[in-house]
T-cell receptor, first 113, second 116 residues
Framework: DGGITQSPKYLFRKEGQNVTLSCEQN?????MYWYRQDPGQGLRLIYY???????QKGDIAEGYSVSREKKESFPLTVTSAQKNPTAFYLC????????????FGPGTRLTVL | AQKVTQAQTEISVVEKEDVTLDCVYE???????LFWYKQPPSGELVFLIR??????QNEISGRYSWNFQKSTSSFNFTITASQVVDSAVYFC?????????????FGSGTQLTVLP
């Protein structure tokens, strides 16, 4: 089945550690996105990529990094520079063209201990 | 700058009641798209509808209907004869060239609870 997978579903991290969240899609989509969701709030864009080996900062990129070495994969690293990383992280992808709906993965809930 | 406002933070209804979720948007773009997503307790966002700025026809899909009014910059979502399975957070979103055509600006969401 086509879709987006994110792993792990739950992630715990100690302060000061970097952690990488996985996002894989088999929809053959060009564009991929990372969002952060805090309780009672909407989604905020962290990074997005429209094509392999290219990505742009979103609204809240500080303390995060990404790579796009393959079309199918768009991992997100939460670095120790991110001051408040505990949140729900959602990955999405969209097809060619600027107006297509984004399809979302199941999310990763990150908790910093 | 683009902005999406969902003023209703939480709504509770009894099963079989109709409910309308409000969405008001701001944009300087003449071409834009509006979206609604559903987020059940599992967390994954489910796409419901996309509507472009040139198509103001209302749309109905089963128990769901959408009312797009450019004059009031609103894109409201109505669930008819609500069911317990409709309980979720619903997000309205806007895509336009103000930032990038590929970026979505989300509202803060409306938590809908349908009681049996």
């Amino acid at each position: 089945d086509g879709g987006i997978t994110q792993s792990p579903k739950y992630l715990f991290r100690k302060e000061g550690q970097n952690v990488t969240l996985s996002c894989e899609q088999n929809l053959n989509h060009d564009a991929m996105y990372w969002y952060r969701q805090d309780p009672g709030q909407g989604l905020r864009l962290i990074y997005y990529s429209q094509i392999v080996n290219d990505f742009q900062k979103g609204d809240i990129a500080e303390g995060y990094s990404v790579s796009r070495e393959k079309k199918e994969s768009f991992p997100l690293t939460v670095t120790s520079a991110q001051k408040n990383p505990t949140a729900f992280y959602l990955c999405a992808s969209a097809g060619r063209g600027g107006w297509n709906e984004q399809f979302f993965g199941p999310g990763t809930r990150l908790t910093v201990l | 700058a683009q902005k999406v406002t969902q003023a209703q933070t939480e709504i509770s209804v009894v099963e079989k009641e109709d409910v309308t979720l409000d969405c008001v948007y701001e944009t300087r773009d003449t071409t834009y798209y509006l979206f609604w997503y559903k987020q059940p307790p599992s967390g994954e966002l489910v796409f419901l509808i996309r509507r472009n700025s040139f198509d103001e026809q209302n749309e109905i899909s089963g128990r769901y209907s959408w009312n797009f009014q450019k004059s009031t910059s609103s894109f409201n979502f109505t669930i008819t004869a609500s069911q317990v399975v409709d309980s979720a957070v619903y997000f309205c979103a806007l895509s336009g060239r103000g930032g990038s055509a590929r970026q979505l600006t989300f509202g803060s969401g409306t938590q809908l609870t349908v009681l049996p």
